[in-house]
């Protein structure tokens, strides 16, 4: 265990600004603003991981298409990368819920098509295709398709498939859904091991799992609808409260979810739920 | 408290819940050992998995029944299956049915081909909004007797071969690229999307969703689409007897009350059929190898 939580945030990496997304004329998201800055630890490389977190159908996919580039607000913004221009698709890796990889493609194959997407000439495509196999643990499964894989390994393909695009930023979204256990602890070990490979790399995940994500997360934001007078939920869910894991001692530890702090911090944002 | 639970010794000697070292990554769909074939009374049971040896035991039973009913047919018009096969042998001899045959599957393996591109490439331009409202239009031809069209084609294509092969074309086309059309609506957008952020453009999207996407589907289409074919060809012979064709000796022979003929030609069409519909399944096999890993009946 380390107890060295120094750090500097330097310049934006992602910014959400004032995103509002409603569909025939119900507001699903107003006015959601938040600022994912670069996170620096003296003398480690060390990425980041954050978490959006909230209820199911609060609007956490329509805000995981957003930040993707997959679908544009209706008001406001998200801009990415130094120089903060607004997010094109294809500009940050996506990994959906159900871990899509093209069926008609070897793991392989599913790789260097999208190597070939960056402009990766074919014996690079390779090189990186084979390095991020052997480095995500699939090294071998190469000439399988993606119905011969297990769950685990799917997921460890098509985060790679998009690391063949995207270096520095992914998105996931409900990583966790569906797994037990001990699948989910190997993600959370997964994700930590890659985010600590490069500075830079920043994992955005969204989820209705309250203690995944303060398993993980360095950050999280909880999303949610506001309560009228009559205690009625409003239409379009915004961010409700941010917590900086670091500051409380929840982060980049080992055995975090044991530590009496975690449960209390778990409670306190599980009370909350009710009334996003 | 004792558990059972079977454990197994770590190296240090402690026991180890086996259970505890499962992961959801032990689970490997397409890996699993097929289990073990079952006895003949899987046969009647439910979604059993029976070996090949078993269920060629069963068709050969079925196909004995089968014949056993015909012999004892209380229907005397209906020729007996010996009456069958002699009148194979002498059409085969004497009247040059495997001329004819030879004739028709050049028709339909044509025909065949032409609508194959026809559809597919129809089918694929639906991608496009404004080509949607003219191949649902086309779609609609299946509901349309051939008979009306007769006119029409021989006006552009002329009579004879060109008119039959027009005619069976038309014919395979509207079904064909009606169920290609459905295939191609029913890729789920979360497909579209995977493409998109993996930075495609459209135009490669469609090749690698649309196109590669679906291509071990259009083997079945194309292989019901291939069988619905030999069940046109005959009414399409007979609108154009000129070239001949298997459909012209059926006709004739069903003209002179010739069963016996009528159901020899019956069958050569079947076995045909049959072999265009195992080698069809094959291509899909080798170009698709994919479409067949998780399914039960392999």
Request: hydrophobic fraction near 45%; aromatic fraction near 8%; proline fraction near 5%.
């Amino acid at each position: 265990m380390t107890s060295d939580y120094s750090y500097q945030l330097h310049e934006t990496l992602v910014h959400l600004e004032g995103v509002s997304k409603s569909y025939d004329g119900v507001p699903v998201l107003r006015d959601v603003n938040l600022e994912i800055k670069n996170l620096v630890r003296p003398g480690k490389e060390q990425g980041q991981v954050v978490a959006l977190l909230g209820p199911s159908g609060v609007g956490k996919t329509t805000l995981f298409r957003i930040i993707a580039g997959l679908e544009t607000p209706d008001t406001g913004q998200v801009l990415m990368g130094g120089e903060q221009k607004p997010v094109r698709r294809g500009q940050i890796g996506v990994v959906a819920q159900q871990y899509p990889l093209f069926a008609h493609r070897t793991i392989l194959g599913n790789l260097l098509v999208a190597g070939k997407q960056v402009g990766l000439s074919g014996s690079a495509a390779r090189e990186k295709a084979d390095d991020l196999l052997k480095r995500f643990g699939v090294a071998g499964q190469g000439g399988k398709y993606p119905s011969q894989l297990s769950g685990g390994q799917r997921q460890r393909v098509a985060i790679a498939q998009q690391f063949m695009c995207s270096d520095a930023f992914l998105l996931m979204d409900e990583p966790f859904s569906g797994l037990d256990i001990l699948a989910q602890e190997t993600l959370i070990r997964f994700i930590h091991d890659i985010a600590a490979q490069d500075e830079l790399m920043t994992f955005i995940l969204i989820t209705h799992d309250i203690s995944a994500a303060l398993q993980i997360a360095d950050t999280v934001w909880v999303l949610g609808r506001d309560r009228d007078e009559a205690g009625k939920a409003v239409p379009g869910a915004r961010v409700q409260a941010s917590v900086n894991l670091i500051e409380r001692g929840l982060a980049w530890h080992d055995n975090i979810s044991s530590m009496p702090e975690f449960a209390q911090l778990r409670q306190e944002i599980r009370d909350l739920y009710p009334r996003l | 408290m004792k558990t059972n639970l079977p454990v197994t010794p770590q190296s240090d000697g402690s026991p180890v819940l086996i259970s505890a070292t499962h992961s959801s990554d032990a689970l490997k769909v397409g890996d699993r050992k097929p289990k073990a074939s079952e006895g003949p009374l899987a046969l009647f049971l439910p979604n059993r998995r029976v070996g090949m040896p078993l269920l060629l035991v069963a068709a050969l039973v079925e196909a004995a029944l089968f014949l056993l009913l015909w012999i004892l047919s209380p229907f005397k018009v209906l020729p007996q299956p010996m009456e069958v096969v002699t009148a194979l042998s002498d059409l085969w001899k004497n009247q040059g049915l495997g001329q004819e045959l030879g004739t028709s599957f050049a028709l339909n393996i044509e025909a065949l081909a032409l609508s194959t591109v026809l559809s597919l490439g129809m089918a694929y331009l639906t991608v496009i909004p404004v080509f949607r409202p003219l191949v649902t239009a086309i779609s609609k031809g299946r509901f349309l007797s051939l008979a009306g069209f007769t006119l029409v084609f021989t006006l552009i294509f002329g009579g004879g071969a060109p008119l039959k092969l027009s005619l069976l074309t038309f014919a395979i086309t509207v079904f064909f690229v009606t169920s290609m059309a459905s295939v191609i609506a029913a890729i789920p957008k979360s497909e579209f999307e995977h493409a998109r952020t993996l930075r495609m453009k459209e135009a490669r999207i469609v090749w690698e969703v649309v196109v590669l996407g679906t291509a071990d589907k259009a083997f079945e289409v194309l292989r019901q689409n291939a069988a619905m074919g030999w069940m046109m060809l005959a009414s399409i012979e007979i609108i154009s007897r000129g070239q001949g064709g298997i459909g012209v000796m059926l006709e004739n022979e069903r003209k002179y009350a010739a069963y016996a003929a009528v159901y020899a030609i019956q069958l050569v069409i079947l076995l045909v059929g049959m072999m265009q519909d195992f080698g069809i399944e094959w291509l899909r096999r080798l170009f698709c190898p994919y479409s067949v890993l998780t399914l039960e009946r392999k």
